[in-house]
Nanobody, 126 residues
Framework: QVQLVESGGGLVQAGGSLSLSCAAS????????MGWFRQPPGKEREFVAA????????SYADSVKGRFTISRDNAKNTVSLQVNSLKAEDTAVYYC???????????????????WGQGTQVTVSS
């Protein structure tokens, strides 16, 4: 079992940037593909980005392509999400998640993931 803790959220003006981090404990992160999801106020949780176990493959929601970058450091047991050019509609609680599943076509689905963090709030002021 792996425990995930997100950090790096905060209040930022539109156009600004944040670096979100997800630290894992309990098991080595290299055993899992990782995803970031977000839940805007009053809406359902949605896929943001995912990265394969080795980091060789990444995928993004269309709404964040070109603005967000997912990366991982298996030696440090961390996954990061660099979020740039933030918009008001990016306001949400951001969650990282881990899955044993290796089929990247399944990464955008929340049900694919076995473990979740508690989330970190990102608020973008316009």
């Amino acid at each position: 079992q792996v425990q995930l803790v997100e950090s790096g959220g905060g209040l930022v003006q539109a156009g600004g940037s944040l670096s979100l981090s997800c630290a894992a404990s309990g098991r080595t992160l290299s055993s899992y593909a990782m995803g970031w999801f977000r839940q805007p106020p009053g809406k359902e949780r949605e896929f943001v980005a995912a990265i394969s176990r080795t980091g060789g493959s990444t995928s993004y929601a269309d709404s964040v392509k070109g603005r967000f970058t997912i990366s991982r450091d298996n030696a440090k047991n961390t996954v990061s999400l660099q979020v740039n050019s933030l918009k008001a509609e990016d306001t949400a609680v951001y969650y990282c998640a881990a899955t044993y599943i290796v089929y990247d076509n399944l990464f955008p689905m929340a049900g694919t993931y076995h473990y979740w963090g508690q989330g970190t709030q990102v608020t973008v002021s316009s």
